[in-house]
């Protein structure tokens, strides 16, 4: 499903970081890969640059067949098949949340008005807000807000879906409702990439975990594994630090 | 009103609070007052009642006969009369009010005769004036606006053709006086303009669209950087959201940016539209009759500079202060509730 082969990317302003070195990684359809590691380990570059909104330097990313990096690729088309969702929400504040998830569909998808509101209601079921269709995302609290943001993704029918630290600007007490929403999202087969320090979720839901240090990834390996036996020094330390 | 009472609340005996009210009023009558005086001291006499006449006037208009003949016929249709003369080469009618009829039927009429007098009621000066001044501001303001989306858009776009013609364009327009642009634009480009048109056959342009041009043009720069600024100041993230459901960057401007920066530039819009219509007083020099030269006019026909600048400015304030209560009115419907 996502295929990515050694790709590189250094930013170079304010100075130059080398933010990746060298990632491959190669998931499946349906499959949930939770990218863990400590802060500036390149985890959220590397999950940007799957959808492009950072270009990696150089490598190959395929999603679905489609090659990303290739200028030829009409990324507007790939990036409506690959969802993403924030971890600071960026909901549409001059929009309720009903429109919120009607807008891409409709100036996207090109979809019918009936049909959209069709399947925003069926989201927004989903997701469990449907009584707060109307509100305006500043009035709602942060894990209804990331609701509805991953409602807003999920609109598009995407093939992946990109969570980048979801839950991260969450009160402790709202990040359960958002899990709950990603769970079902996994157990109905969808493919998943997060990025995540959420551990309890990765032992749950996670096919592979994926952890990432100085730019490139350290361990693969299921959630047995990888909580269990760590076999690099690097990894170990991070569990003890963040146990 | 809530305001009102919060800032009556920071002191600490309310009568302190009206005693300051009070030496507001005081200081406004003052002020008027010595102004006053001193219109007394140079043996200045106030005619107010000369003003309206600048405002609406009762003009009287004659309608006299073109051919020598007989009045034929007076058809009086309720207050309409026709009057029919008969001359050696035909008849000719007149359509006069009711009332209005100075002449009897088979009375002898030579060419330039009165056949009737009556009075209407006509703009003055000064309404004319505003008028102009009105029908400048909204046209240049439309422009205004156009221009300025376009050249926010231009000055944020990564292509360089585009944003360096902008970062030109603002600078040549910011970097001299609105009254040397008023001048090329009708003593040079205007020339130059309505040669080009006369030598295609077209009419020529007149004073009035050069003035709505220079205006529109300077305030365009200005609008253009509110622009840019407005869109710069919408998060980087939410274009980010936008592109990532797939929008392009023209509908995430569309659909995303661009409304949620109307909103924030309304305030500094309003203060520049504000600008707008006072600037249009320069537009008298190229003999575009705006409110400013009307009244200059009216000055001369009256001799009564105090009334008619006076009246001049009130009525600058009726227009400024209408577009800043809308534009308030606006920022208010446009507000996320």
């Known amino acids: 499903m996502i295929d990515v082969r050694n790709i590189y990317k250094t930013f170079t302003q304010p100075h130059e970081v080398k933010a990746l070195v060298d990632v491959s990684t190669k998931i499946e359809p349906g499959e949930v890969i939770v990218v863990c590691g400590p802060s500036g380990s390149g985890k959220s570059t590397y999950l940007r640059c799957l959808n492009r909104l950072e270009t990696a330097d150089s490598g190959q990313i395929i999603i679905d067949g489609i090659d990303v990096l290739d200028p030829k690729t009409n990324i507007n088309q790939l990036r409506a098949e690959v969802g993403m969702v924030f971890q600071s929400f960026n909901l549409f504040p001059h929009k309720t949340v009903f429109n919120n998830i009607m807008l891409a569909q409709q100036v996207v998808r090109k979809r019918s008005k009936q049909k959209a509101q069709d399947k925003t209601m069926e989201l927004l079921e989903k997701v469990g807000i449907t009584d707060k269709s109307e509100v305006f995302p500043d009035n709602l609290s942060g894990g209804q807000q990331q609701r509805v943001a991953i409602a807003r993704a999920l609109a598009m029918d995407p093939k992946v879906m990109l969570f980048d630290e979801p839950t991260s600007a969450l009160d402790p007490e709202m990040i359960g409702e958002v899990l709950d929403v990603m769970k079902t999202l996994a157990r109905e087969g969808m493919t998943m990439v997060v990025v995540s320090h959420e551990m309890g979720f990765a032992r749950e839901v996670a096919d592979r975990v994926i952890f990432m240090d100085k730019g490139a990834v350290v361990e693969v390996g299921t959630p047995e594994h990888f909580f269990t036996h760590p076999t690099h020094e690097r990894t170990k330390l991070f569990l003890s630090q963040i146990f | ?337």
């Open chain 2, 1 to 337: 009103m809530l305001k009102k009472s919060q800032n009556r609340r920071q002191f600490n005996r309310p009568t302190a609070y009206y005693i300051w009210v009070g030496v507001f009023f005081l200081f406004l009558s003052i002020l008027i007052g010595s102004f006053y005086y001193a219109s007394q001291k140079i043996e200045y006499i106030w005619r107010w009642n000369r003003l309206p006449i600048y405002f609406v006037y009762k003009d009287d208009i004659e309608i006299t006969s073109e051919i020598d003949g007989e009045v034929e016929a007076i058809v009086v249709k309720e207050k309409e009369a026709t009057i029919t003369i008969k001359g050696m080469g035909g008849s000719e009618s007149y359509q006069v009010p009711a009332g209005s009829i100075g002449v009897e039927e088979s009375d002898l009429i030579m060419p330039g005769d009165t056949l009737a007098v009556y009075q209407k009621w006509k703009p003055g000066l000064l309404i004319i004036g505003l008028w102009f001044t009105l029908k400048l501001s909204v046209i240049a303001t439309i422009f205004g606006i156009i221009i300025g989306i376009i050249g926010g858009l231009s000055r944020v776009s990564s292509n360089p053709a585009l944003k360096w013609f902008t970062i030109a364009y603002i600078e040549l327009i910011r970097g001299s006086p609105l009254m040397v642009q008023i001048l090329i634009w009708y003593f040079v480009l205007g020339t130059l303009i309505n040669d080009l048109l006369a030598t295609y056959g077209f009419g020529r342009l007149s004073a009035f669209w050069y003035g709505v041009a220079s205006l529109s043009c300077f305030a365009g720069a200005y609008v253009t950087e509110i622009v840019r600024a407005g869109i710069q100041s919408i998060h980087r993230t939410q274009t980010e959201a936008a592109r990532s459901l797939g929008m392009s960057y023209s509908q995430a401007m569309l659909h995303i940016i661009l409304p949620q920066a109307m909103r924030r530039i309304l305030p500094p819009l309003a203060g520049q539209f504000i600008s707008l219509i006072k600037d249009s007083s320069l537009l008298g020099i190229i003999a575009i009759r705006e409110l400013t030269k009307a009244a200059r006019e009216a000055v001369t026909a009256s001799l009564q500079p105090f009334e008619i600048y006076l009246a001049a400015a009130a009525l600058y304030l009726v227009l400024t202060f209408t577009l800043s209560m809308y534009v308030q009115r606006l920022e208010k419907k446009m507000a996320i509730v």
